[in-house]
């Protein structure tokens, strides 16, 4: 396949799209996110993404079971920088939400950001599938995510750059302790993906516990922090990451 079959429909495009017929229906609720966390350190399913310290800004809006979403990264010192869209949609009030993204994080100075050829983009297509049990003693939610387009790429065996489908897939499970809301998470890869996880084969890569609670300053105004401790069991890694989210 020569050409890449998103390069003239891209995920931003039909982003827009959606929100023009979001805006021609009559829909129940509208709910827009506005946000930042401010973290000690940037980890992407158990991999350190470098660069130390990052503010990480959210842009959303939410109609019906339909939901757009801007969200990015950048490190106080400078050189990365990430930028992911999101569209998803979710299958009535407990059935499973589907899931399309476009991950971009060649770094700052890299540009052409609008360059889609299959064998030069920067950008990574993924597709993702999640569901919560709708168990409220038990809610646990199972996700799973497949690469289907753009730079995650593998050589064949004769020499040849082929899509690699790398795919992730990733427990979670909330629970609570006096005023601390905590969340368990193990997050493995199913096979092969050295380029994207570091792993020759099945791998937990992600085992974290993260807890968040308010620091009230008064009836009116808290601060959201947040503590993640972190292991990746297939590269004998581990991190603890500090953050704050600033929200209106």
């Given at each position: 396949?020569?050409?890449?079959?998103?390069?003239?429909?891209t995920?931003?495009?039909?982003?827009v799209?959606?929100?023009?017929?979001?805006?021609?229906t009559k829909?129940?609720?509208?709910?827009?996110?506005?946000?930042g966390?401010?973290?000690?350190?940037?980890v992407?399913?158990?991999?350190?993404?470098?660069?130390?310290?990052?503010?990480?800004?959210?842009?959303?809006?939410?109609?019906?079971n339909?939901?757009?979403?801007?969200?990015?990264?950048?490190?106080?010192?400078?050189?990365?920088?990430?930028?992911?869209?999101?569209?998803?949609?979710?299958?009535?009030?407990?059935?499973?939400?589907l899931?399309?993204?476009?991950?971009?994080?060649?770094g700052?100075?890299?540009?052409?950001?609008?360059?889609?050829?299959?064998?030069?983009?920067?950008?990574?297509?993924?597709?993702?599938?999640?569901?919560?049990?709708?168990?409220?003693r038990?809610?646990l939610?199972?996700?799973?995510?497949?690469m289907?387009?753009?730079?995650?790429?593998?050589l064949?065996?004769i020499?040849?750059?082929?899509?690699?489908?790398?795919?992730?897939?990733?427990?979670?499970?909330?629970?609570?302790?006096?005023?601390?809301?905590l969340?368990?998470t193990?997050?493995?890869?199913?096979?092969?993906?050295?380029n994207?996880?570091?792993?020759?084969g099945?791998a937990?890569?992600?085992?974290?516990?993260?807890g968040?609670?308010?620091?009230?300053?008064?009836?009116?105004?808290?601060?959201?922090?947040?503590?993640?401790?972190?292991?990746?069991?297939?590269?004998?890694?581990a991190?603890l990451v500090?953050?704050?989210?600033?929200?209106?």
């Amino acid at each position: 396949m020569k050409t890449f079959v998103i390069k003239k429909i891209t995920l931003a495009s039909l982003a827009v799209m959606v929100i023009c017929l979001m805006g021609t229906t009559k829909v129940k609720a509208q709910e827009f996110t506005v946000q930042g966390d401010i973290v000690s350190s940037y980890v992407w399913r158990g991999m350190y993404q470098g660069g130390g310290a990052a503010f990480q800004p959210t842009l959303g809006l939410g109609v019906g079971n339909f939901s757009v979403s801007a969200w990015g990264s950048t490190n106080f010192s400078g050189g990365n920088k990430e930028l992911d869209l999101t569209l998803a949609y979710k299958l009535g009030e407990t059935g499973p939400t589907l899931t399309v993204a476009d991950l971009w994080w060649e770094g700052e100075g890299a540009y052409k950001y609008f360059n889609f050829e299959s064998h030069e983009t920067g950008h990574h297509f993924e597709a993702g599938l999640s569901y919560t049990l709708p168990v409220e003693r038990f809610p646990l939610s199972i996700a799973w995510y497949t690469m289907f387009a753009g730079k995650d790429k593998k050589l064949n065996d004769i020499g040849e750059l082929k899509q690699n489908y790398s795919s992730y897939l990733e427990l979670n499970y909330p629970f609570s302790v006096k005023n601390v809301d905590l969340n368990v998470t193990c997050g493995a890869v199913p096979y092969k993906a050295a380029n994207m996880y570091n792993n020759n084969g099945f791998a937990v890569t992600n085992v974290a516990l993260k807890g968040i609670t308010e620091i009230k300053f008064n009836d009116k105004f808290s601060l959201p922090i947040f503590a993640q401790a972190i292991w990746n069991p297939c590269i004998e890694d581990a991190f603890l990451v500090f953050g704050i989210t600033l929200r209106p």
